[in-house]
């Protein structure tokens, strides 16, 4: 598999957390955000991805793992951004 190949989300999407946040979550039950953020979160681990790393070309590995980190950091932003909303809604 070429780095193309892989889902990767868009980097625009990936730079604001709270944009991130709302796609990831868009289709889950109302009050599972972030339970969804969180097996995103399990998703996109550089360690826990690594076992999809055998299925990449070798000469795409370096941007693949780089993606990986973006996303997996974005991902980690999106879901304190959702806690912190969480925070501060009155209850």
């Given at each position: 598999?070429?780095?193309?190949?892989?889902?990767f989300?868009?980097?625009?999407?990936?730079?604001?957390?709270?944009?991130?946040?709302?796609?990831?979550?868009?289709?889950a039950?109302?009050?599972?955000?972030?339970?969804?953020?969180?097996e995103?979160l399990?998703?996109?681990?550089?360690?826990?991805?690594?076992?999809?790393?055998?299925?990449?070309?070798?000469?795409?590995?370096?941007?693949?793992?780089?993606?990986v980190?973006?996303?997996?950091?974005?991902?980690?932003?999106?879901?304190?951004?959702?806690?912190?909303?969480a925070?501060?809604?009155?209850?």
């Open positions: 598999m070429r780095a193309k190949d892989f889902p989300v868009d980097d625009a999407l990936t730079s604001r957390a709270a944009t991130l946040r709302d796609f990831l979550t868009s289709d039950p109302r009050g599972d955000a972030r339970a969804r953020l969180r995103e399990v998703r996109w681990h550089p360690d826990k991805f690594s076992k999809y790393l055998d299925l990449a070309r070798e000469e795409d590995l370096g941007e693949i793992r780089d993606r980190n973006a996303t997996s950091r974005a991902v980690r932003d999106a879901f304190k951004a959702s806690a912190a909303a925070a501060a809604r009155p209850r």
